[in-house]
T-cell receptor
Framework: DIVMTQYPDSLAVSLGERATINCKSS????????????VAWYQQKPGQPPKLLIS???SRESGVPDRFSGGGSGTDFTLTISRLKTEDVATYYC?????????FGQGTRVEI | QVQLQESGPGLVQPSQTLSLACRVFGDSINDGGHYWNWIRQPPGRGLEWIGYLHSTGSTSNNPSLNSRATMSVDPSKNEFSLTVNNMTAADTAVYYCVRGGWFEAFDIWGHGTMITVSS
């Protein structure tokens, strides 16, 4: 199985400041056939299902604010929230869809 | 707008079988364009992919469930189902039905249904 490890487990950021979440996969999730990274990022608020923010490591979903950005390649990935807002308080998960079983990171809680 | 809606018993006794259903609105399971998944989340914990099915009949399960999970589809209802046998307390979780898989992330999620295993 590909293990996805996020760090930190939690972080506190001031409103308007930058939050950066890291995700490391235990093996590459970069496809040599299409040069795409099979990594997604999700946001989950209490009592709600996860919401897809970013796919292919850096492609923002429609309707997701541009303060959310994804980066990285191979085994190391980041999710950055450039100017934290109150509504961004949530738990964030990375996930690989490169190999079965598809796996998630353990989650990173973002607080104010 | 695509929506997924889970239905289930809420409470399952230990060693019994769980049966869940997911009705799909705004998309057709049969058109073959997507994979249809079950994902679960124990209280206060992270996400675990259970398995997928595709309209071609292709299925795949997470080995972590030790072959206890089975998925099927009812095209007439545009609905897919999950059964998990020999349930234990460790299976207590919110169960989500989710669209996505090969060549796409999990883009559409149901609201989830809480399943508690207890006598």
């Amino acid at each position: 199985d590909i293990v996805m490890t996020q760090y930190p487990d939690s972080l506190a950021v001031s409103l308007g400041e930058r939050a950066t979440i890291n995700c490391k996969s235990s093996q590459t999730v970069l496809s040599s056939s299409n040069n795409k990274n099979y990594v997604a990022w999700y946001q989950q608020k209490p009592g709600q299902p996860p919401k897809l923010l970013i796919s292919w490591a850096s492609s923002r979903e429609s309707g997701v604010p541009d303060r959310f950005s994804g980066g990285g390649s191979g085994t190391d990935f980041t999710l950055t929230i450039s100017r934290l807002k109150t509504e961004d308080v949530a738990t964030y998960y990375c996930q690989q869809y490169f190999n079965i079983p598809w796996t998630f990171g353990q989650g990173t809680r973002v607080e104010i | 707008q695509v929506q997924l809606q889970e239905s289930g018993p809420g409470l399952v006794q230990p060693s019994q079988t769980l049966s869940l259903a997911c009705r799909v609105f705004g998309d057709s399971i049969n058109d073959g364009g997507h994979y249809w998944n079950w994902i679960r989340q124990p209280p206060g914990r992270g996400l675990e992919w259970i398995g997928y099915l595709h309209s071609t009949g292709s299925t795949s399960n997470n080995p972590s469930l030790n072959s206890r999970a089975t998925m099927s589809v009812d095209p007439s209802k545009n609905e897919f189902s999950l059964t998990v046998n020999n349930m234990t307390a460790a299976d207590t979780a919110v169960y989500y039905c989710v669209r996505g898989g090969w060549f796409e992330a999990f883009d559409i999620w149901g609201h989830g249904t809480m399943i508690t295993v207890s006598s």
